[in-house]
């Protein structure tokens, strides 16, 4: 009994979760259609719109749909990990995220010295109409929760992408 060469190209996820490509073998030299459903390990001949043969998948098939799970697995990752780090800052602008380090820093040197010159700070301060050690504490307040809550969530998914 002779042994078929076949193979599959052109690869990708449809919208079920499954894997559409293309069969190439002896019986199908140009090409036929197929969708691949990895969890049940069966083959559906696409035109047909039947289940097919169930047809063996080669080592490289595995190794395609186990790298589009992977790559699956990580956008959701980076999902869940965008929707954990919007929830902390809500609606706030990027270009004020920006100013964070800045205000940090200049709150903390104006905590280690009252006489320190901040004068990012200190025009935040006077435009809101609040004495600068106030608005000191509530910067210096603020940052420690950024950074206790984005680190938590930064570390959850540094131990998703561990165990991918």
């Known amino acids: 009994m002779e042994e078929t060469s076949e193979h599959f190209k052109d690869l990708k996820r449809n919208r079920a979760g499954g894997i559409e490509g293309v069969l190439i073998n002896d ?13 049940l390990g069966h083959i559906e001949k696409a035109e047909a719109g039947e289940w097919g043969d169930i047809l063996p998948l080669n080592q490289s098939d595995l190794d395609f749909i186990s ?3 992977a790559k699956t697995k990580q956008v959701e990752i980076n999902d869940n990990y965008n929707q954990k780090i919007i ?17 940090e820093a200049q709150a903390l040197a104006w905590q280690a010295d009252n006489n320190a010159v901040v004068p990012f700070i200190q025009n935040l301060a006077e435009e809101r109409g609040l004495e600068l050690a106030d608005l000191v504490v509530r910067i210096l307040a603020k940052a420690a929760a950024f950074e206790d809550l984005s680190s938590k969530a930064l570390g959850q998914k540094h131990a998703a992408e561990d165990a991918l």
């Open 27 to 39: 019986k199908y030299p140009n090409g036929v259609k197929y969708s691949l459903d990895p969890a």
């Open 67 to 69: 790298g589009q799970e």
């Open 87 to 103: 929830a902390i800052i809500g609606r706030i602008p990027q270009y004020e995220i920006d100013t964070w380090p800045k205000q």
